[in-house]
Each structure stands twice: as structure tokens, then as C-alpha cells.
DNA sequence: TTAACATGACACCTTTTGGTTTCATTTCAA
DNA sequence: TTGAAATGAAACCAAAAGGTGTCATGTTAA
């Protein structure tokens, strides 16, 4: 659960964990019914589903014989705004002009402040 | 230069290579003013740049005895997209409130008419 | 009460990652 | 023109990642 921008970055890497989320999205799962959804092994699914929750990207609560994953989607905002630092650079369609014109534009109002 | 979701977040897992987006943000580079900036070789930065290209997260081009590169951040838009997809589940409270905004809005534009 | 279920906990394996060192090659500048 | 600068390229290494299989343990349902 340390959910800083490096986990939270490192638990999206991998594309067998970013699927899980986008399952999650959608309903909350035991670790079985997870693993019935991939062709790997439910040990496997179970170290993926370490590395999202050290990222706090999910929870789980034992219930009975079972442990339901729910997803805990806050930390993908920080990644979200973390890259939309950059929605400046990709948003314009940027010739190195309008680069620079946006770079000024940014100093400039870093000096406003 | 593959620039599909797994390249883009496979180059966005490691720390220093987030960081040297940053700073390709800010000016263009060459190889050796990257390295001057972290403690690792210049070798392994090299490595990571040849990640970040992969992704399509920059590019460099040769002029004279150095490479300088430069932020193609096109890719992180996808990223970005990837990530929005969650953006209705870590702010749910705050899109229900533009929901009543917005139909608020509509109701006064009905009423002016 | 017992067999099937769901998971936890290990031990183990291979490939990838992130890093190093060393040496060669090209280019610039005094 | 010649040495320093900038990079390319290769060999090597330890640790992490992503898997597997096996066995133990708590739970549930017939």
C-alpha cells in the first residue's frame, strides 16, 4: 500500500495486471475467478495481485474460504496527472515552434507566480 | 518505435526513465548532459533511452558527434486515455456534481428561451 | 463428517532488467 | 594534426520479474 508514483507506475507495467484492473472495473472477483480469466496459473494471478495492492491500486477482504478483490482506483489519479504534465506537449500538434511558444508561455507563467 | 500501450507503459516503469522525460520536457539533449544529471553511467543511459524510443516517448537525431534527443510525447496520450478510462471511479462524487451542473445549465438555457 | 474448494506458503526455474567495465570509432577544436 | 569529447558496441553480472509445481490449512456444502 505504499502507493507512490513508482508503484503505482511498476503495477501498470505489466499488461496481465492492467487487465485485471479494467476486470475489476467492472465487478469484484475472488482470486479463482481471476484466474479462470487468463491462462496462466492462480499462483501467478495471486503475485500480480500483490504488486496491485502494494501499488493500493486494490483491496481485498477475506470472506469465508474466499478473498474478493475490489478495485481502489485513487492512486491512478496521481498517474493520470502525472502524465498529464505533459497534455501541453501532445494536445497542440507541436512543430518545434509552437514548442518553444509553449515553453515560454509556461516560464512566463511560472513567473507570474 | 512501437508506441502500443505496453511499450508506453513498460518505458513509464522505471523511475529514471520518468525523470528524463521530465527533463526532455524542458530542453532537448544529448546523451551525455542526460547522464550528467543522474549517478548512474552514461551506458545505462543510453539503455534507457533506447526504451524510451521504443516506446515512441522520444527521439534523437545525430548532429555532428552527438545525439540530441528530443520528447515525442504522443504516446503518453494514450497512456493518459488508458488511465481515463478509471477517472468516473476515483471521482465519482465530483462527476455526479457536473452531471447536476450540467443539467442545471440546460434547465436555465430551457428557461431563457 | 468428509470431500471438494479457495487460498496461503514455499521452493524452484528462466528470462528480463538495470547496471557495470572496457574498447573502438567518429568528430571537433586548439 | 592530434588529443579530448561523444557515442557505439560488446561482454558480463546480480537481482528482480514472471512463471511453475507441490503441499498445508481453513471452509463449505452435501
Known sequence: MNSGPQSVF?????????????????????????????DITRTAINKHLTILEEGGLIKSEVSGRERRNSLTPEPLKSAFEWLGYFENFWDVKLSDLQREIAKDMKEKKETDQ
Open 10 to 38: 511498476r503495477a501498470l507495467a505489466d499488461p496481465t495486471r492492467r487487465q485485471i484492473l479494467l476486470h475489476l472495473a467492472k465487478e469484484n472477483m475472488a482470486i479463482a475467478d481471476i484466474a479462470d480469466r487468463f
